[in-house]
Structures are given as structure tokens and as C-alpha cells.
């Protein structure tokens, strides 16, 4: 099972280059996230942070776009019929991601978590977790149009980084309310590390969908 090496846009190359920059989107809101991060715990809100989060904010509408752009061309064109659904339902299940990390920057633009400096490190360890978790969903989801082979080993690297960032993300809560911070910084900080845990979990549950809709395109 998953053998099929056999790219499915042989007759649809613009739908192929709007999927590749959909693509592109995840990754790059990925790591603009990753520096978001770091700029926050070194220089709260700066410039540099507003300049980042403006960034992921105008990743993510231009995922938007894209998102709208292969709908309509996959509906109008009646683009791979059989896999339409499918399709749709990757796209959107992607933009999940993309919008997670651009709610999450938000947060921590208009909360302005106090953050003691001994968790930072975690915090950043976590943050590269969850982005990691989406990188390898973008892999494994480009794999999806030109790779089956290849869709399983990056979904297994999913799972297992999002395992690792659950395991992270409850030690950093744990140690949180382990402190002597007021309650109200306790439970800001718990939600926050929650929402950047979700960005992995959302990740995986878009892996859970992939691996079915590999499976049944290659039945």
C-alpha cells in the first residue's frame, strides 16, 4: 500500500502551482511563528514583533486567497472529479493551520504575557514542536498530489512530534502553576501554552484525514 508515485496534475498545471504555493503558505507561517516566538520573550512588543505578526497576518490572507482560488478552479474546471472532496477538505484542514498560528501571534500580541525567564527555553522548545508538526503535514500533504510512498513516513514524524509536544506542553503547565505568580498569570500562561500545543494537535488531526484519503486513492 501507498506505492503510487504518479503526480495526478498531468493535464491541470496551474491548479499544481496554486496547490505548491498553498503549500508554501504553511511553511512560511511556520517559521515566521518560530521567530515570532523569540522575539516576544526577547523584545515583547516591539517593532520587530509587529513587523513578524503583520507578516503571518498577510500569510495568512494570501492562504486565503489560494484556498478560494483552488476551490473555484476545482468546482468551475471540474478538476480531478474523483478526488474533488478530498481535496477540499486538505485545503481546508491546512488553512486550519495556517489560521491557528495566526490567532495564537495575536494572543500574544494583545495579552502581553508576562513570561518568567525561566521559560523561555521551554517555551521556544514547544513553539519549534508545534511548527515542526506543521511542516511535516505540508511535506506529507505535497507528497499526497505526487508521492503516496512518501505521505506515510512524513504523517509517522507527525505523530510522533506531536507526542513529544503534549509531553511539553503539560511539563511547562505543570511547572507554571508549580510557581508563586498570581492566579490570573498562571492561568493566562496555561491558555497560552495550551493554544500553542493546539497548533501540533491540529496538525495531527489533519494527518489523521490525510492517511484516509491516501488510503483511498490508492484502493
Known amino acids: 500500500m501507498f506505492h503510487i508515485k504518479v503526480s495526478m496534475f498531468s493535464q491541470t498545471r496551474n491548479l499544481e ?18 521567530k515570532a516566538v523569540r522575539t516576544f520573550l526577547s523584545e515583547r512588543r516591539s517593532d520587530d514583533y509587529r513587523r513578524i ?12 486567497r489560494l484556498r478560494r482560488e483552488i476551490e473555484a478552479a476545482l468546482y468551475s ?8 472532496a ?9 488553512d486550519k493551520v495556517i489560521n491557528k498560528f495566526d490567532e495564537v501571534t495575536h494572543n500574544f500580541y494583545i495579552e502581553r504575557p508576562e513570561i518568567p525567564e525561566k521559560f523561555h527555553a521551554p517555551l521556544i522548545t514547544l513553539c519549534d514542536l508545534s511548527s515542526d508538526c506543521a511542516e511535516n503535514l505540508a511535506i506529507a500533504s505535497r507528497a499526497f498530489f505526487r ?18 509536544s503534549d509531553t511539553s506542553s503539560a511539563h511547562l503547565r505543570s511547572a507554571v502553576f508549580d510557581t508563586d505568580l ?3 498569570n498562571k492561568l493566562q500562561l496555561n491558555l497560552l501554552i495550551r493554544e500553542v500545543a493546539d497548533i501540533a494537535d491540529i496538525a495531527e488531526d489533519c494527518v489523521d484525514e490525510l492517511l484516509i484519503f491516501t488510503i483511498k486513492r490508492d484502493i
Open 17 to 34: 502551482n496554486k496547490i505548491d504555493q498553498f503549500h508554501d503558505k504553511l511553511l512560511e507561517v511556520s517559521m515566521n511563528f518560530k
Open 53 to 64: 505578526s503583520k507578516q503571518i497576518k498577510n500569510t495568512e490572507h494570501e492562504a486565503d
Open 77 to 84: 474546471q471540474n478538476l480531478i472529479p474523483d478526488l474533488r
Open 86 to 94: 478530498d481535496v477540499l477538505h486538505l485545503v481546508e484542514n491546512i
Open 147 to 164: 508521492d503516496l510512498s512518501s505521505v506515510r513516513d512524513y504523517s509517522q514524524k507527525v505523530y510522533l512530534i506531536e507526542n513529544e
Open 182 to 184: 498570581p492566579l490570573a
